[in-house]
T-cell receptor, first 109, second 112 residues
Framework: EDQVTQSPEALRLQEGESSSLNCSYTVSGLRGLFWYRQDPGKGPEFLFTLYSAGEEKEKERLKATLTKKESFLHITAPKPEDSATYLCAVQAPNNDMRFGAGTRLTVKP | KAGVTQTPRYLIKTRGQQVTLSCSPISGHRSVSWYQQTPGQGLQFLFEYFSETQRNKGNFPGRFSGRQFSNSRSEMNVSTLELGDSALYLC???????????FGPGTRLLVL
C-alpha cells in the first residue's frame, strides 16, 4: 500500500535556526510530490510540486528537494510567520493523492 | 483570480441528519476533489470529479456521495450523519486530473 511518512511530527526552532522536514514515501510510479502549508483553521496552501528525482524548487526561505524515496523541505533562517503545519502528498499513477500526517513547525522569536 | 470557495464555512448538525456542502473551483479548473481532515486521521481523500464524472473514490462508506455540475461546481452529501463525521471538509480544484490541486478554506462540520 502507498505510504507517506513525515518527520518529525513537531519541530520547534528559534528564529534564524535553519532545519529540514522529511517526507518519505513508498509509491510505484510517482506522478508528483506536493508540499503544502496549512495554518490553523484554514485550507492547505500550495507550495511546491516536484516530479522527478534530483528536482529542486525554491521559494523565499523554503527549498524542496526530491529523491527516489524521500523529499526534504529545507527552511533557511525561519521567521515566526513560517510557523504552520507542513503537509506532503504523493500522487500515484491512478491519480490517487495520499497525504502525510504533517510536521507542525513552531518558530520562536 | 478568485480562489476555491466553499459554503457554508461552519455547520452544526445532529446524528441521523444529512448535510450538503458546496464547492466552487477556481475559474477554468475542471477537476474537483474532496477530502476529510480530522486530528486523528489527517487528510483523507473522498472522491474526485472531472467533467461531471467521478474519476476516483476513496475508502469511505456509501453515505458519502458527491456530484459535479456542468460549470464544474461540486457538492458533496453526507447522509445519516454520525458523530465521527465531525471534521473539516476540504475541496480542492485543479486544471486537470494530474495537475496541482488548490484548496479552499474548508467547511467545518460538527455532529452532535
Amino acid at each position: 500500500e502507498d505510504q507517506v511518512t513525515q518527520s518529525p511530527e513537531a519541530l520547534r526552532l528559534q528564529e534564524g535556526e535553519s532545519s529540514s522536514l522529511n517526507c518519505s514515501y513508498t509509491v510505484s510510479g510517482l506522478r508528483g510530490l506536493f508540499w503544502y502549508r496549512q495554518d490553523p483553521g484554514k485550507g492547505p496552501e500550495f507550495l511546491f510540486t516536484l516530479y522527478s528525482a534530483g528536482e529542486e524548487k525554491e521559494k523565499e526561505r523554503l527549498k524542496a528537494t526530491l529523491t527516489k524515496k524521500e523529499s526534504f523541505l529545507h527552511i533557511t533562517a525561519p521567521k515566526p510567520e513560517d510557523s504552520a503545519t507542513y503537509l506532503c502528498a504523493v500522487q500515484a499513477p491512478n491519480n490517487d493523492m495520499r497525504f502525510g500526517a504533517g510536521t507542525r513547525l513552531t518558530v520562536k522569536p | 483570480k478568485a480562489g476555491v470557495t466553499q459554503t457554508p464555512r461552519y455547520l452544526i448538525k445532529t446524528r441521523g441528519q444529512q448535510v450538503t456542502l458546496s464547492c466552487s473551483p477556481i475559474s477554468g479548473h475542471r477537476s474537483v476533489s474532496w477530502y476529510q481532515q480530522t486530528p486523528g486521521q489527517g487528510l483523507q481523500f473522498l472522491f474526485e470529479y472531472f467533467s461531471e464524472t467521478q474519476r476516483n473514490k476513496g475508502n469511505f462508506p456509501g453515505r458519502f456521495s458527491g456530484r459535479q455540475f456542468s460549470n464544474s461546481r461540486s457538492e458533496m452529501n453526507v447522509s445519516t450523519l454520525e458523530l465521527g463525521d465531525s471534521a473539516l471538509y476540504l475541496c480542492a480544484s485543479s486544471l486537470a486530473l494530474e495537475k496541482t490541486q488548490y484548496f479552499g478554506p474548508g467547511t467545518r462540520l460538527l455532529v452532535l
